[in-house]
């Protein structure tokens, strides 16, 4: 019963493959023109071709961007899990900092007591406000990343550095230290865009209306305490003041710098000196802004310069000098570090110690704290 029906499909097969549909003349044209539209290559219009075009080339650039842009980097407070509270103020110990982790590897250290927010995150960086107290910011150098920290009236600009920012609203002191890379900084009394290097610091009192610029207690001076083996200095800091009528004309002609107008001028031609590699006519200049001035605040910044230019016992003299002159004075901090490293660079044992009680007392926290306290240390030893 199977090979009859096989046979009987067999032929079926057959008679449809040799028969042709019988098609009238006018069916076969439309069938055959209708053939050859399908096959024919579609051209689009050349607008449009243009318009497909640009619309590729800018889904690309789209790409190339989100590719390159940096992310939004999200935050966490003292290792907790999840994202950090945006525009939330938050506030550290007393006796504790409080640490801000970002996801791109940025930390920021808020100092013991402080107050501060991150008020925005973009995919350029964050802006962190300071309300009052102190951070410090290690921030990772990313392309195209931006950072700004705000603290008052004042605004820092970062890329990528290291930096420490504190702020006093209630005494109007703001203070700004470069450990790495540069900054930006602007606000009250800063002319302009202030840049400011590794080994920098900038620091502004409102109500005296006062801004220096100075170094970090880290960064040694080109002619600083390196010259602790010089001949021994005179007796008094101060002594043979005929000295700076002799020097201080050369000083002024080689610098470029005016001659004795204001303490400001000798400040400048001190620093012009220093520049130069002429430390006799730094340290000229430096006399004659203190003779010229004296009990004004350039007179005991030119007395801290001059410790910072001298070798260690007269260096030890000049910054004894400054704190007796301004001991709330913005560099009061540096000059009482420097002052333990020159009393021990002299060998003066007994005073470094001193010097060492002195500022673990007022600056129990401060970069000098740890030599202050191998200094006490070795009393006990």
């Known amino acids: 019963m199977t090979e009859p029906r096989e046979r009987l499909f067999k032929a079926w097969a057959d008679a449809m493959a040799n028969t042709t549909p019988e098609l009238d003349p006018r069916t076969r044209q439309r069938v055959l023109a209708a053939h050859a539209e399908r ?18 080339v800018a889904v690309a650039v789209a790409v190339l961007v989100m590719l390159r842009a940096p992310a939004e980097p999200s935050f966490q407070v003292a290792g907790r899990a999840g994202t950090g509270p945006i525009g939330a103020w938050l ?39 300071l309300s009052r107290g102190s951070v410090d910011a290690e921030i990772t150098h990313v392309p195209g990343a931006h950072w700004t920290f705000g603290a008052g009236p ?48 900038c620091r502004v009192d409102l109500p005296r209306r006062l801004m220096e610029l100075g170094q ?22 101060e002594s043979k003041p005929e000295a700076v009528e002799t020097s201080v004309p050369s000083a002024s002609s080689s610098s470029g710098a005016p001659r004795a107008v204001s303490a400001e001028a000798w400040l400048e031609a001190a620093r012009a000196a220093r ?39 007269e260096a030890a003299q ?13 560099l009061a901090r540096e000059a009482a570090g420097r002052l333990i490293e020159s009393y021990r660079a002299s060998g003066n044992t007994s005073a ?23 200094a006490l240390a070795s009393r006990s030893d």
């Open 39 to 56: 096959a024919r290559p579609r051209a689009f219009p050349l607008g449009y071709r243009w318009a497909l075009g640009g619309f590729a």
């Open 91 to 129: 506030t550290a110990e007393p006796n504790r900092a409080l640490p801000l982790v970002f996801s791109e590897g940025t930390q920021v250290l808020l100092g013991q007591g402080s107050r501060a927010r991150v008020s925005g995150v973009t995919r350029g960086g964050a802006r962190i406000e």
């Open 154 to 201: 004042f605004e820092v600009a970062v890329t990528g550095t290291h930096l420490d920012v504190s702020w006093a609203p209630d005494t109007g002191k703001f203070e700004l230290s470069v450990s790495r890379g540069s900054v930006v900084v602007r606000g009250p009394f800063i002319q302009g865009e202030q840049e400011l290097r590794a080994g920098q610091t």
């Open 216 to 237: 970090l207690a880290a960064e040694q001076a080109p002619s600083g305490h390196t010259s602790a083996t010089a001949p021994p200095p005179p007796s008094s800091p």
């Open 275 to 313: 520049l130069a590699g002429h430390p006799d006519e730094e340290r000229a200049a430096l006399l004659a802004c203190r003779r010229r001035a004296p009990g004004q605040a350039a007179a005991a910044q030119a007395a801290y310069l001059l410790g910072r230019a001298s070798g260690a016992a």
């Open 318 to 330: 000049w910054f004894e000098t400054y704190l007796r002159e301004q001991p709330q004075g913005l």
């Open 352 to 374: 470094a110690q001193t010097a060492a009680s002195r500022y673990l007392a007022r600056y129990p926290d401060g970069p000098h704290a740890p030599l202050a306290r191998r």
